[in-house]
């Protein structure tokens, strides 16, 4: 992804990396504080995002959400 989403390819990219989901909606919610463009979600849980989606489609974010989940 760093490769992708590089300087070198017109991207000033920022990555939280944490398993926990309370601070992964953290992170998320200061990025849409940002101002991000883009907010690319891996999460560690699905619940609790609904109000920070909410918020990046009100802002006008482009938003990609991939959740795995652990059987």
Known sequence: MNEVFSRENGYDGKQTNT???SEQ????????????????????????WDDVLQSAKRAGEATTVNTLRKD
């Open 25 to 48: 909606i953290a992170a998320a919610r200061g990025y849409i504080r940002d101002g991000v463009d883009f907010l690319l979600i891996s999460a560690a849980n699905a619940s609790g």
């Open 19 to 21: 398993a926990d989901n």
